[in-house]
């Protein structure tokens, strides 16, 4: 079964506003990342932030990470037409080597 | 750096007929590969990890013996699902790193590939 939920499954905003998302797990993790997927295609890995971490920016993008929660957020300001796409949140529960992926956000942004 | 293609990008095929995935890392050697499973809409699910070498590892609920995964060099991975049917249709995603751990090795993606069986 899928460890992140993200919320909300769709947003869509105005060219220029920030976009907000949110993701929460269920088991201790070591990191958590964010991706970006456009329609029909790959995955880009967009940020990794580790569990010691509770922020971390890159360019437009700033994520939090509150483990007492068991959630995350990832915040795009500025938004710009390009960004629309799915964006997932991937959790290593601690012990698995693997990733396990949210259900996604689909973010729309209107010129 | 850190490029993975697939091949082919889109195949449509008859139902019974097998289908061969291939999954490269372009320019680094990756240990292990991952192939993942996406329905129109929704998340990537893990269907099976590959290691070089060895054989791979299934995720529940997925046939081994419907989905066969070779890991044959540090820099290809093939998925070929067997006697396909309408069910098998879906965007299959393979996602390749130089290490193996989750929690430390970046998982670098292919552009997927669109599999419609008739």
């Known amino acids: ?111 | 750096g850190a490029v993975v293609s697939q091949h082919p990008s889109r195949v449509i095929c008859k139902s019974g007929t097998s289908v061969k995935i291939e999954c490269r890392s372009l320019d680094f050697q990756a240990t292990t590969m991952f192939w993942y499973r996406q329905f129109p809409k929704q998340s990537l699910m893990l269907m099976a990890t590959s290691n070089e070498g060895s054989k791979a590892t299934y995720e529940q609920g997925v046939e081994k013996d419907k989905f066969l995964i070779n890991h044959a060099s540090l820099t290809l991975s093939t998925l070929t699902v067997t006697s396909a049917h309408p069910e098998d249709s879906s965007f299959y995603i393979c996602s390749a790193s130089r290490g193996g751990r989750a929690s430390t090795d970046t998982q670098y993606f292919g552009p997927g590939t669109r599999l419609t069986v008739l």
Not at chain 1, 82 to 110: E, W
């Open chain 1, 1 to 111: 079964s899928q460890q992140g939920e993200e919320d909300p499954q769709a947003l869509s905003i105005q060219e220029g506003e920030n976009a907000t998302m949110n993701c929460s797990y269920k088991t201790s993790i070591n990191n958590l990342q964010w991706y970006r997927q456009n329609s029909g295609r790959g995955l880009v890995h967009l940020i990794l932030i580790r569990s010691n971490e509770r922020e971390k920016h890159s360019g437009r993008l700033r994520v939090t990470l509150d483990t007492s929660k068991k959630s995350s957020s990832l915040l795009i300001t500025a938004s710009r037409a390009a960004d629309t796409a799915s964006y997932f949140c991937a959790t290593d529960a601690a012990g698995a080597q693997k990733l396990v992926f949210g259900q996604g956000t689909r973010l729309t942004i209107n010129p």
